[in-house]
Every structure is written in C-alpha cells, then in structure tokens.
C-alpha cells in the first residue's frame, strides 16, 4: 500500500501565521535563492495595502500561499520566502515607528499585538526577546542572511548596505513615515487591518517531497526549485568545515555550466547514468532523479569527488557547444572528434550523452585518448542512428545503451550489444528518413567531403533543392502528393546557411544554384557548381548516392560490429554455394 500524504489548507490573518512561529520557527532552507525582491514589490505591496485601508471594505485581503513542512522544530519554507520576509520587515518597520510615537492606548495595544509575530514573547508577561527572531534564512547563495537578523533584531540597518534587506527596509521605513504624516488618522488602522485582514493560505505538508510538489504544481514564474537546488542543500551540510569553499565552487561550476548551455540539472542526470554504470545497474526504469539520489540518506553525494566528476563531465560540454578548447587535452582540438560529436548533438533524445559523458569519464587521461575516442562515437553514431531510423522510437535503443554504460566501465575495448539492422530496409528508410534525423543524415553526408573544414555554420537550414512550391503543370503524369513525397527525400535535402536560404526562398534550381556556390558548405557549393539543372530524377540519383555514402559511413564506423570499437574490416560473408557446402560438411560431422 502506498503512503499516505497529509496536507493541512487553512487561511489565516497575518497575526495567526506569524505568531505560529513561537512555536516552530520559519526556516529558510539551503537549498532556497536569496531574498530578491525590489523596490517595485515593496511598493506594490504598500500601496495596495493603503488603498485597502483607505476603500474600509468588510472583505479580506488575500495576500497569497505560503507551502512549508514541519522539519523538526521548524517549519521550512518552501514557497513564499519572499513575502513572508517582506511581511517581518514591514511589521518590524511598523514596530519602530509605533516605539517613536506618543504613549497612547493604541500605541501600546499594537505594539503588543505586533511582538509576538516577530519575536519570541513570554507567555506570562508578554515581554519580547528581540534576539529569538521567529524567521532564520540559511540560503547558501543569501550573502546577507545575518543582516535580516539583526535587522529584526535593533530594527536599525548600515546605512550604505546595499543588499535587498537593508533596501527593502530603508524603503519601507520611508513609506510607512510618509503614510503617518499624510494619513495620520489611518495609520493605527493600517497597522491593525495587516494584522487582521490581510489574510495568507498557509498549505502545511508533512513531507518535503509533498510540499515540494505543492510548490511545482502553484508556481508558475519559472523558478521552481529543482533537484540541484535540493543537492546543493544536502551536500553543503556535508561539506564539514569547508562550506565556504563549497559554496564558492558551486557558484563557480554553475555559471560555467550556464555558460556552456548546461545546467547543474543536467549535469546530474548525466552524473547519474555514469554512477548507475559503476554499480552495474542495467535496469530500464529507473525512479526520479533526486528519489534516486536520496537513497541511503543521500549517500552518493557525500563523496569528495561529485563536483569534480561534474566538472569533468563539463569539459564535454565546453567543447560540444562553445567549441572551446580543453588545456591539456588534445582530444578537444580533433576535428574529426568534433565533427562527430556535432552529428550526434542532432540525436533526437538524450541517450548517446551518457556512453559519451562515462567513455571520457574513465579514458581522458590517457595517451591515446583522441585515437580511442574517434572510433568509439563513430561507432556509437552508426549504432543509434541505424536503430532509430529503423524503429523511430525514444525509447529503443534504452537497453542497449544502459548495457553499453556498463560495458565501458568493464572493459578497455566495450562491447556494442545492439542488435543487427537489416541494411537493405535501413537502405529503403534512409531514402525517406523520419525527420528528427534529417539534421543529422545531412551532417554525415556534408562531414564525409574531404574538403569540409570544421564545423558547420551555426545557423543553418534543411534546404529543399527542387523547392515544395511547384507549378502543377510541370509533372502531369503525377500526383501532387507523389511530388510532395519525393521532394521530401533526403537526396532533395542539403545544409544551407540561414542567410543564403532566405535570399534563395522558393526558387528554382537555376535561379538558386548561384548561392549555392557562396556557401560555406563544400557539399552544397559543389551543387552549385556541378548542377545546371535538377529535377525529380535528380532526386532518384542523388538519393542513391547519400545512401550509399551513409551506409559506407556507417560500416566503415562499426554498423552491425557488436564488438569493440576498433576498425577493423567486416569479414567477407560466404555465397550462397560455400554456405551449401559448410552446411553439408556439418551433416557430415567433417566441421
């Protein structure tokens, strides 16, 4: 039977929420981000509170949701640090206008009504004690997590503080003395109605998981918290008394990841494909990403080495997508690795990422890494670009690959356990491929022109060289669909850039074959030049070609060589006669 979830929904006035935390403190976790609202929210805020105040209406004012879980003897924050902050600062604010105010029966009412929601009280005498603050932020990346205290605390700030508690504050302070000389006669209501009337719906989990897919569920700005955030938090407890040196190599990592088009993320879900290969763990479905981490208490985040491994694993990725070289490592400046790797970027899933990833994971240091690595994607690209286009499912190849993963660990020269393609229907598929492989059958063909130099443009298009607008009167003899058909072979396809492309639009062959000589690409230059005209046997031809290029490729690269990675020549199959004749001497018992 699967456990059950509580969940406890009630709305509450400001006053209720708060005060809740004498009992159990609000806790913003690690894993959280900073404090970050402005001066637009804080003045927000304040104006719609004052035009409530001033409007008198019987109604209450809906502030928002606040999702937490019971952590011991805290409630952790989960969604609504923001205004939840806002809220102390802004009654702390209040509170210190009130100390500066004329002694009066309301004065005192709600100073001692606002006391208890910031500080901890005594329950007989009411006396507050102003250094038992009921909020705490331990958000690792909040650089300011001691000002909010101590903001709490003497409800004085640095005067040249610039962080978004002090600012805040500052502002707050300033509206709340502009509203008391100009409302003077609303002020005490305003302060009052807050407690009151302003009313938050406070969504209480009993798990972290629970309340965290509360959050994802109700956010919908983009920034809900995710796996890492949940790591970060768990691996910083971890860290001992390094935290300051975690933290800083965090920050580091994450905005080079950013940069190279990662995120950390990504980064473990890679990570835990290589970890599931160290285990031998071979099985198709797998739980979430952070249920798997979580296993015995997050023990696989308590080692040294996890944001090393990412860092590494980063090293792919720099190359990959910024082209940027690795210092040391001459794999990176290969230009056929790179070109090899870009084929395989235009994969229509994930899946070649993780043999990538663990291949450089386990050989990188090595000598010849550049000689291993080049056959091993090529390999790697037959292999998945085969079985796809075969069967165009995501998920077909995940056995294999998972096997593989394991396999690269276990030995030098790993095993490509996938199974045989027929190269006679994968001949007939490629003429008319599925489209999520068009961009990489058209990076195969324009990589295997000698005279191709680095990597494709960036941006480039799938040109249709006998364009899809046609006049009707040139093939009579044939259906429009049978002409659409076949302009939708890939020997009808070539890599033209973005810009070219636009210039070219729908025209003909004779009109475009000029622009095709500008390219930058060898193989659609060559069209150009080579081509005064194209048609629909063109098309047949050329579909030919590419095959035959692509399958020669694919060969030449492992196709249907279950074994290691290297080159070595496929043996010569036997006629018909010779199989006859090795039948026969098998009845016989001669073989």
């Not at 082209?323 to 229509?348: A, C, F, K, V």
């Not at 150009?528 to 590419?546: A, F, K, P, Y």
Request: charged letters at 30%; hydrophobic letters at 35%; proline letters at 3%.
């Amino acid at each position: 039977m699967a456990d059950e979830t509580s969940i406890d929904v009630s709305k509450k006035s400001i006053a209720d929420l708060l005060s809740s935390g004498s009992k159990s403190r609000f806790l913003i976790p690690e894993y959280q981000r900073p404090y970050a609202w402005g001066a637009d929210q804080i003045n927000t805020l304040f104006d719609d509170l004052a035009e409530y105040v001033k409007a008198n209406l019987d109604s209450e004012y809906f502030l928002g949701c606040v999702v937490t879980y019971r952590n011991g003897k805290e409630q952790e924050v989960i969604d609504g640090q923001q205004r939840l902050t806002t809220l102390f600062l802004l009654l702390r604010a209040l509170y210190k206008k009130l100390e500066g105010m004329s002694d009066s029966k309301a004065r005192t009412n709600l100073m001692s009504r606002i006391a208890p929601t910031v500080w901890r009280t005594d329950q007989i005498t009411g006396d507050a004690d102003r250094s038992s603050t009921l909020i705490e932020s331990r958000a690792i990346d909040d650089d300011a997590n001691t000002t909010l205290k101590l903001i709490l605390e003497t409800g004085e700030t640095d005067p040249n503080a610039k962080d978004p508690y002090s600012l805040n504050y500052r502002l707050l302070e300033k509206r709340i003395n502009d509203y008391a000389a100009e409302e003077s006669l609303s002020f005490h209501l305003l302060i009052a109605k807050l407690l009151d009337n302003v009313i938050v719906l406070p969504i209480k989990a009993d798990s972290q998981d629970t309340a965290l897919m509360i959050f994802n569920t109700l956010n919908d700005r983009g920034l809900s918290l995710s796996d890492a955030d949940i790591f970060k938090a768990k691996m910083y407890k971890y860290a001992g008394d390094r935290h300051e040196e975690f933290v800083q190599t965090w920050q580091d990592l994450s905005a080079r990841a950013e940069h190279a088009g990662q995120s950390m993320q990504a980064l473990f879900y890679q990570y835990m494909y290589v970890l599931r290969a160290e285990e031998n763990d071979r099985k198709t479905t797998t739980s979430g990403l952070r249920k798997w981490f979580a296993e015995r208490e997050f023990q696989r985040l308590r080692s040294d080495r996890v944001l090393e491994d990412l860092d590494r694993i980063l090293n792919v990725w720099k190359v990959v997508i910024n082209h940027e070289s690795i210092e040391g490592e001459p794999w990176s400046d290969n230009e056929d690795i790179r070109q090899t790797l870009d084929i395989l970027m235009d994969y229509p899933n994930e899946f070649w990422k993780y043999p990538t990833v663990i291949y450089y994971l386990k050989h990188h240091g090595e000598n010849d890494f550049s000689e291993k690595f080049l056959p091993f994607l090529r390999h790697l690209t037959a292999a998945l670009v085969s079985r796809f286009t075969i069967s165009p499912a995501a998920n077909s190849v995940r056995q294999q690959v998972l096997n593989l993963d394991a396999e690269i660990l276990k030995s030098a020269e790993p095993r490509f356990d996938f199974k045989d393609v027929d190269t006679e229907e994968l001949a007939s598929k490629l003429h008319k491929p599925h489209y999520r492989l068009v961009r990489m059958l058209l990076k195969v063909i324009a990589y295997h022109d000698t005279e191709q130099h680095g990597l494709l443009p960036e941006h480039w298009e799938i040109e249709h060289i006998f364009p899809q607008k046609w006049d009707d009167m040139k093939f009579p003899s044939l259906s429009n669909d049978e002409v659409k058909a076949k302009l939708e072979h890939l020997g009808n396809k070539v890599p033209f850039e973005k810009n070219l492309n636009i210039r070219a639009s729908n025209g003909y062959f004779s009109k475009k074959s000029e622009l095709y000589k500008e390219s930058s690409i060898e193989v659609t230059r060559r069209l150009g030049v080579e081509h005064s005209d194209w048609n629909l046997d063109d098309i047949d031809t050329r579909d030919e070609q590419v095959t035959k290029l692509i399958l020669d490729e694919f060969k030449a690269w492992g196709l249907n060589r279950n074994g290691d990675q290297t080159n070595e020549p496929d043996k010569p199959q036997p006629t018909a006669e010779q199989a006859e004749q090795i039948r026969h001497f098998k009845e016989l018992g001669l073989i």
